[in-house]
């Protein structure tokens, strides 16, 4: 498999892609890279997290970082038998396009560290601080641990994108925020009328809680409370429902009592059912009589209420219509006490406004909410030097900002008046077994960063 496409960046990539690199298993890469710098006489440092960082100084100008991760997402189709410890990803070339043989690519990030290494291995001349990070893909361990102090450049151009010929110019931060609350119970007056039963909305499209924020797909959180807010006296047994924090919900479930005659009850589901359906084309809502219950949640009017208040999806744009900030209500659990909220913002202030609000909200339901943990946003410079020489060494480049947390973010927020940009070739369905990196895209960024550096 030599030689997939006659270009020095993909004989670089076909080296990588025989080193074994799923998350946290990024050793063999560190010695891969450590060698690279050793047979060309290049200063290196690396640290205990498989970090590794390359200096060459071939010329007296300003330091640049260039940036990529050596971790990929290895995902493969249930006819695969790698072993991603340590078989090769298999390389295939179809038309102007490299694809992997039933298996994830790695192009994310694979392609970013071969662009670096080809131009690394380029006579150029060049002052360069080629940083390698690992475990981007889970905890983003190696961007928090790297030695930054052994940095001196203050512009970085990291190569961890998925648009070619785009300059990225911002990310947003990522916030886990935590609410708990009291899960005590008490006994419902059991009359003849009370029922009991178990009620669930699915078939909604949910997603990922950045990418798809704005597509007003719905929450099933949401549409289950409002449901149960025509239920004048429904008291919650049970509600849960939602995955992790960046995941948009798309089934909830909830089991509750009520006095209401049965036929009053369907009634109001079918009213409800068609209202809704015109929006979300697949809703389905399932209610079934269960056993009766008498012992409720004493939270119940509360976590209704909290819902019902929470503000889900997009809270702010920018004058270009980009998403500045926006907050998903994840996994939920009235019977273990628990919500996961994640907020997403470029902005600081308005991140530290939606914490402050939903901390607000938490104390009017005496629910307790905090943050566990955050990833930083990142913003490219106001009148960056960078971007500008970027788009004067580059054809005609577009610009855009993403609404999701990189590692350039942890960057920005340890290196002091750091400017950092995000290029990349065009890279589909990553984290997946169609995972594409358009070859030509690819030549055209290594040529774009060669001439930015000769320039
Ligand atoms: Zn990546």
């Known amino acids: 498999m030599n030689n997939i496409v006659k270009n020095s960046v993909f004989k670089f990539f076909e080296e990588i892609s025989k080193i074994p690199r799923n998350s946290g298993d990024e050793k063999s890469m560190q010695n891969y890279l450590v060698n690279f710098a050793i047979s060309r006489n290049l200063p290196f440092y690396t640290d205990e997290f498989n970090n590794v960082i390359i200096f060459k100084k071939t010329a007296n100008v300003e ?50 560290v071969a662009l670096i290494l ?61 609410v708990t609350f009291n899960t005590d119970r008490f006994m419902i007056e059991n009359t003849n009328q009370t029922k009991t039963y178990l009620l669930s909305i699915s078939g909604l499209e949910g997603g990922h809680s950045g990418f798809d924020i704005d597509k007003d797909r719905g929450s099933s959180h949401k549409l289950l409370v409002q449901l149960l807010t025509k239920i004048d006296d429904a008291k919650l047994v049970k509600f849960y429902g939602g995955h992790n924090y960046n995941v948009i919900p798309s089934r909830s479930e ?57 503000k889900q999806g997009v809270q702010f744009k920018d004058e270009n219509g980009y998403i500045v900030a926006s907050q998903n209500l994840s996994e939920v659990n009235l019977e273990k006490g628990f919500m996961k909220i994640g907020l997403r913002s470029s902005d600081k202030k308005r991140e530290e406004h939606l914490v402050k609000n939903l901390k607000i909200l938490c104390e009017k339901y005496d629910f307790v909410g905090k943050v566990l943990d955050s990833q930083p946003a990142f913003n490219t410079q106001e009148n960056s030097n960078l971007l500008k020489k970027l788009i004067k060494t580059g054809n005609n480049p577009k610009q855009t900002k993403m609404h999701i947390a990189v590692e350039c973010g942890i960057f920005q927020e340890r290196i002091k008046n750091l400017d950092v940009v995000i290029i990349s070739p065009t890279i589909t369905d990553a984290h997946s077994v169609n995972e594409t990196l358009d070859i030509q895209s690819t030549i055209d960024t290594s040529n774009w960063l060669k001439n930015f550096l000769k320039n």
């Open 63 to 112: 330091p640049i970082i260039l940036q990529a991760h050596t971790d990929m997402v290895c995902v493969k189709s249930p006819k695969s038998s790698v072993d991603f410890k340590k078989d090769p990803i298999t390389l295939i070339k179809k038309g102007n396009f490299l694809k992997a043989k039933e298996t994830s690519l790695g192009a994310d990030d694979g392609i970013g």
């Open 118 to 178: 080809d131009i690394l291995d380029s006579d150029i001349p060049c002052n360069i601080e080629a940083v390698f990070t690992s475990e981007e893909e889970t905890t983003m361990q190696g961007a928090y641990k790297i030695d930054v102090k052994k940095l001196k450049s203050k512009q970085m151009i990291c190569l961890d994108g998925f648009d070619g010929n785009t300059i990225l110019t911002s990310s947003a931060s990522f916030v886990d925020f935590y």
């Open 254 to 310: 909830c089991v509750f009592t009520t006095n209401l005659p049965e036929k009053d009850l369907k009634k109001i589901i079918k009213y409800f059912y068609i209202t809704n359906k015109k929006t979300y084309k697949n809703l389905k809502i399932k209610c079934s009589r269960q056993l009766n219950q008498t012992i409720v949640s004493k939270n119940s009017q509360n976590f209704i209420n909290f819902v019902k208040d929470f």
